[in-house]
């Protein structure tokens, strides 16, 4: 059915409601307000320069520090192929620049993070314990390094959903590891594996390890940029997300939420608080990002 098709046959049976009832107008859907969203006011997953971010670093924490934000972490891509993973020399230089930079205001709490990537589905990292100890907060996803997951993928959709189940179990067991970074994003993946195609036993499980290893759920708010390639509606995806988030609650996981920026949407998590409110997530399972240790 087009679009135009969808929409005249909804304003259609609006008018006819109408029509039947003969009293107001019908409502419109409900949106979501505040009072529906989490007053949670960090972002623990954003990008600049000194990985594929389009802003640098100073600029950056300007615009958290102008967004009021509490907290924010920086994180950029840690893996093969990018400088700070490459050359150790500029691992040294982004330290160094978010210390110089964080300490010269105080409006932000400014945590010194990167974004680490699952090399393979057994959940191999590309950070070490040495690297990861000058660390904040350290995230890892599941991405274009993935062996068995995002490369060299089985054609057959069980077994790259048992891929990806296995690849998260491995992470859990990596001590230095804080967060897993945008959780299932496997929508744009060839087949497609949707949330609900997981199964909730086999989350449950998930759940219960990364509650015991104190792994951090992150809600990033950019979840259907992994989705767009599948057809789902963006708001099915929402609660099928939805529903993920409730499983991870009940075992007792911790969540962050984050815009995972790029291109300046750095503070952007009105999805990821809507999702964790709607999920009934209670505060104190939400990171309060203002106590993570500074190393
Ligand atoms: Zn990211």
Known sequence: MSHITRRALLSASACAAFAVRGGAAPADPPRPSMPEMLPVNHDLHTHTVWSDGAHPLDLHILEARAFELDAMAVTDHFFPGMKLHDKPEQFDAYLGEIERIRSAQSDVRVIKGVEAAALDEKGTISIDARQAARLEWVLCDLGGKTEGVFRAAPADKAALRDNVLKAYMGLCDVEYLDAIAHPFN?????????????????????????????????????????????????????????????IFARAGVRFQVSSDDHRTGLGNTRWSRIVLARAGVPLRQVVDATKIKRV
């Not at 086999?202 to 390890?209: I, V």
């Not at 509650?211 to 789902?232: H, L, P, R, T």
């Open 186 to 246: 496997t929508g744009n993946l060839k087949p497609a594996v949707l949330i609900e195609d997981y199964g909730e036993a086999r989350l449950r499980e998930l759940a219960q390890k990364m509650a015991e290893k104190k792994k951090v759920f992150d809600v990033m708010n950019d979840q259907i940029y992994w989705f767009s390639k599948c057809g789902i509606a963006p708001r099915e995806l929402t609660a099928q997300y939805v529903e993920l988030v409730k």
